[in-house]
């Protein structure tokens, strides 16, 4: 049985050991995280390629526009990153009531569209409800409902471009959507 005292002239000894007995653990661990990560990705290529590959089977009958559009950045503020593009988002119907089910917003990012809201999945009625004003989330022939605090945001000052969407289901119970593009400039508002 060893002493103390050769564990203690063990332990200032100058071999190298490791410093951790967790060290092979450790480096698993970064290995783990990083296939995590990566998988991530690919969940959320093939969610954007799915949910773009819905909407392209979807007929237009709703109109969506943003304001001011193109819209510079300002810093900080709604979106918790370095930079935020605010803008006001109007829907309107072209065909009759509209029911909104859901809407949401990708991100133009390496020539491809990511879907990229903040909650990773779409906004929901009772959110369109709120942020646009609109009671029972119904959109109403000849009628407009704003947001007027819609934004994206980014760690990075940059020219992109966001494309909202909106899928409702009209009078024959058909769904259907309005889409439009918000173009961000690398710039700040003076």
Not at 61 to 86: C, D, F, I
Not at 155 to 160: F, G, P, Q, S
Request: aromatic share 14%; charged share 20%; with cysteine.
């Amino acid at each position: 049985m060893r002493s103390l005292l050769q564990l203690q002239q063990d332990n200032n000894s100058t071999t190298k050991r490791p410093t951790s007995s967790c060290s092979y653990f450790d480096n698993g661990i970064d290995v783990i995280t990083e296939i995590r990560r990566k998988l991530q990705f690919l969940l959320r290529v093939w969610r954007s390629a799915y949910k773009l590959k819905a909407l392209s089977s979807l007929p237009t009958e709703l109109k969506a526009t943003h304001t001011p559009n193109p819209v510079q950045a300002h810093t900080g503020e709604l979106s918790g990153y370095q930079y935020t593009w605010v803008y006001a988002t109007t829907i309107e119907s072209l065909v009759g009531a509209v029911v909104i089910e859901e809407f949401g917003a990708f991100s133009w990012v390496g020539g491809q569209w990511y879907f990229t809201n903040f909650t990773a999945k779409p906004f929901t009625r009772n959110d369109f409800i709120e942020w646009y004003s609109c009671p029972r989330g119904m959109i109403l022939p000849n009628c407009q409902y704003t947001d007027f605090q819609n934004w994206s945001g980014s760690a990075k000052l940059i020219n992109t471009k966001t494309k909202w969407y909106f899928i409702g289901r009209n009078e024959s119970g058909r769904r259907i959507k309005g889409e439009a593009e918000i173009e961000e400039l690398g710039e700040l508002i003076e």
